[in-house]
């Protein structure tokens, strides 16, 4: 898939937000594993920023547990075009396959079609009995 916005600019402020809001992770906790020079304002603004420098985000990607190509790469409005795309194709595909397998199969009509099945052939089954059992009458009668 292609990036139809050249040059498209990643937030990495934001991705550290995105990325820590996910995890559950509270920016005073994500300042306590920083150091004991981070609080919790410190990293306000830090989420604000548009670049944040390597060395800091291998730190915050060793906090979070993540990679540092996850902060560095995250571009949330291509993700949420890529997931509105995958769900929109997903439904239309289910609902076809529910429109195709009620058109073709109903449940309830196909055990009402199974039992019917079922019945007629008992039907058949009892006659050929009868017939049978005719048929035994006439030869012992013959003998």
Do not use: C
């Not at 304002?41 to 547990?65: C, G, H, R, Y």
């Not at 109903?106 to 008992?122: C, G, R, S």
Request: charged share 30%; hydrophobic share 40%; no cysteine.
């Amino acid at each position: 898939m292609t990036d139809t916005t050249p040059n498209r600019k990643i937030h990495q402020g934001r991705n550290v937000k995105r990325f820590r809001e996910i995890l559950g992770i509270k920016q005073d906790t994500l300042a306590y594993e920083l150091g004991d020079d981070w609080n919790q304002q410190k990293i306000s603004l830090l989420e604000q920023k548009e670049t944040i420098e390597t060395p800091l985000l291998k730190q915050i990607s060793v906090a979070l547990k993540i990679p540092v190509e996850a902060i560095e790469n995250f571009d949330e409005e291509q993700a949420v075009n890529i997931i509105a795309n995958t769900i929109t194709n997903n439904d239309n595909a289910v609902m076809h396959s529910l429109y195709i397998n009620n058109a073709t199969i109903n449940p309830i009509e196909k055990i009402v079609q199974l039992h019917e099945e079922k019945i007629a052939l008992y039907e058949r089954m009892l006659n050929e009995k009868d017939e049978m059992m005719a048929r035994l009458e006439k030869l012992i009668q013959g003998k």
